[in-house]
């Protein structure tokens, strides 16, 4: 792991239990995956939603209140990063 830790809400894609994240390719990198869409028809089963349609066209974990926070799930992942960051944070000041 890196000298530095912050915990960041974005997407990435698993293919084979492999993570594919773009944005970061050189960093060693922990994903705490709140809001999982298997596939197309994960996507398109949750665009059918109510909830999915009224937010289509934004970052779908809007769908659940501010930051994702109505989600159990997702809720339960940012706490777990933020546990950690404090852990990481704690050790760094020591």
């Avoid at 809007?62 to 809720?75: I, L, T, V």
Wanted: proline share 6%.
């Amino acid at each position: 792991m890196t000298s530095s830790f912050f915990p960041i809400e974005h997407g990435w894609i698993i293919r084979n239990n492999l993570v594919i994240d773009l944005t970061l390719p050189a960093e060693d990198m922990i994903y705490f995956p709140g809001l999982e869409f298997c596939g197309r028809l994960g996507i398109e089963k949750f665009l059918a939603t109510p909830i999915g349609k009224k937010h289509k066209r934004e970052p779908f974990f809007y769908a659940f209140g501010w930051g994702g926070m109505q989600s159990p799930k997702f809720r339960a992942c940012y706490e777990e990063a933020m546990a950690l960051f404090r852990c990481k944070a704690q050790g760094s000041a020591a």
